[in-house]
């Protein structure tokens, strides 16, 4: 008989709570800064990985099978670049990841992490996963997310989507470089002032919060606001948020003199929600389990309106579309069962900037994610034979690629960009 090989499993214990580093990847920085603040309230010192350089890729490329998609190998990279810079001590330290239990890397970077850990003799530093999903269920007892604190989590989200949301429509205007990081920055602190301790923060702050968030942008002085070229990127979740997956686009895209246009992590989230219910309607799953995703995802809903409603009652700035609307306006473009990865999330992603007269678009493909280029790349075609003003680039992330390349594909998008 053939010997099966396991790989171990490492459990994050209650003592190692007391003095142990958690590293968390940079995918997404305002946001993230702010749950890992939230997380120390419950005992958690979270600390999220801003490393960037060509080393991280390459560290990556020795420890994860260059076929495999181009976030692992940065995720998994940039976890062995920190473990091996001296900084921390690797037997008071310990990494974790996200998984939507999913396909592809929604499941399999952790067991590509252990990999990489047992292969450069790490294999005692714990790996956790969080997600929602019922995976490596009680298998890291000293990592427990309780009810108050995964609410105190998600208005984490909340808030940290509406920062970025303001904060990506002012930066191109500031008058004074930094006077929108400061704005961040002094958000950023008051919010983590006011989570701090055993305190229950209530929703009734996070409407409050929005409205100021609102008021202190407002105070920044800006020149010609919201008169430069509007360029959205879309993709692949990672690639597309992460400054490190995407080579910096953003601030490339700033240096081109265009203001960037991204959806926030709640369109994710709810995109990922609503799986749920698709999995009830066209696949025979649990109608149990879509009755609850109903349920969660009209909620969110209702969230991401009163957003909305602040934004467009301050008059300032412009408010994102709601999700209803982004998920109907992908039907004409993909069925709604193509949900591997990003899925119709992509396409509907792009229809709904041209439809918010935004038709110049990066569409941000990872190497190695077939299912992102199908639903991606592959959607081109048929969303320009319906908005024929739609100016789309597709640019590729992989280890090889040229960033001179990429920039270059992408300013020649902005020389035919409305």
Known sequence: MQETREIPHVPFTEDMKKDYTILVPNMLPVQLK??????????????????????????????????????????????????????????????????????????????????????????????????????????????KLTRKAFIQVAYG????????HIFNQCRPYEVHKGDCQKAVDELFNKITKDFRGDKLIRYKYVRMMYVLICKRF?????????????????????????????????????????????????????????????????????????????AVYRFLLSKQKDMIDVIKRDGHFRPMMEFERVRKLSHKIISPGVKMGEGW?????????????????????????????IAGKGMIRKIREIYPEA??????????????????????MLSNAK
Request: proline share 4%.
């Open 391 to 412: 100016n789309i680039v597709s640019v590729d992330y992989d280890p090889g690629a040229s960033r001179i390349n990429q920039e270059n594909r992408i300013k020649l």
């Open 218 to 294: 407002a105070q920044i002085e800006m020149e010609n606001f919201g008169s430069k070229k509007k360029v959205g990127i879309v993709g692949e979740i990672y690639v597309k948020f992460s400054p490190l997956g995407n080579n910096n686009l953003e601030q490339f895209l700033l240096g081109e003199g265009t203001e960037p246009v991204l959806a926030g992590l709640l369109d994710f989230c709810l995109y990922c929600i609503y799986n749920g219910i698709i999995d009830f309607q066209l696949y025979g799953r649990s109608i149990k389990s879509a009755a609850v995703m109903q």
């Open 34 to 143: 702010l749950i890992t603040s939230i997380m120390k309230n419950y005992g958690y010192n979270m600390e999220v990985l801003e490393t960037e350089g060509p080393q991280i890729a390459e560290c990556g490329l020795k420890n994860v099978h260059n076929d495999t998609c181009y976030p692992a190998l940065l995720v998994i990279g940039q976890f062995i670049d920190a473990l091996e810079s001296g900084k921390y001590d690797l037997h008071k330290v310990a990494l974790m990841i996200t998984q939507t239990g999913g396909g592809c890397r929604a499941s399999n970077y952790i067991h590509l992490l252990r990999k990489a850990l047992i292969k450069n003799g790490m294999g005692y530093i714990p790996v956790i996963s969080l997600n929602f999903s019922g995976l490596e269920k009680n298998a890291n007892p000293g990592f």
């Open 157 to 164: 989200v909340l808030l940290g989507d509406f920062i970025m």
């Open 345 to 373: 999330l992509l396409p509907a992603e792009m229809v709904e900037l041209i439809e918010e007269n935004v038709p110049n678009i990066v569409l941000t493909q990872p190497f190695g994610c077939l299912p992102n280029h």
